[in-house]
């Protein structure tokens, strides 16, 4: 079976198109992952660009997006629903079709962070190795074997991983 996922983050620029990187790498054929956000940014940030092409991913298919895309009757029906920044997860989200399960990943934002561009860089790639980890615990559930309730306590616990 293959699961749609939606991260969710405000601008939609960094942290959420880390995580459907990752996750369309890492879970290739059993995931397919989008990002999106409730105020996109309308560009991608482009550390999050430079850190993603330098791991090989394909960086010509990212653009920051509007959660509304995934919330009418033509989206793809959402499995799960990830915010992955603390603003996001505090907003009034649409009404999602199917009724997907959530989790809260809160992350700091890359973005943020003022330094040298040494500094900045780190703190890409920090974030992205703090989701690598969270994704691979996630995309090694045995989803189809947990209840709603055993599943949705194991997203919740990848969500308070360091």
Not at 34 to 51: Q, W
Request: aromatic share 8%; with cysteine; glycine share 8%.
């Amino acid at each position: 079976m293959s699961y749609n996922v939606l991260f969710l983050c405000t601008g939609n620029s960094a942290r959420s198109i880390l995580a459907e990187a990752i996750l369309n790498e890492m879970g290739a054929g059993r995931f397919t992952a989008y990002s999106a956000g409730s105020y996109p940014k309308g560009a991608v940030n482009p550390c999050a660009l430079d850190l993603l092409g330098r791991l090989g991913h394909d960086v010509s298919v990212f653009r920051s997006k509007s959660w509304d895309e995934f919330a009418g009757p033509d989206s793809p029906p959402l499995d799960f629903i990830i915010t992955v920044c603390d603003s996001a997860a505090g907003e009034v989200c649409p009404i999602w079709p199917g009724k997907p399960m959530t989790a809260h990943w809160g992350l700091p934002d890359p973005a943020a962070v003022e330094g040298t561009p040494a500094e900045i860089a780190l703190a890409f790639a920090e974030t992205y190795r703090a989701l690598s980890n969270r994704i691979a615990a996630f995309a090694n559930l045995k989803i189809a074997a947990l209840d709603r309730l055993s599943l949705q306590q194991r997203m919740s616990d990848i969500g308070k991983q360091e």
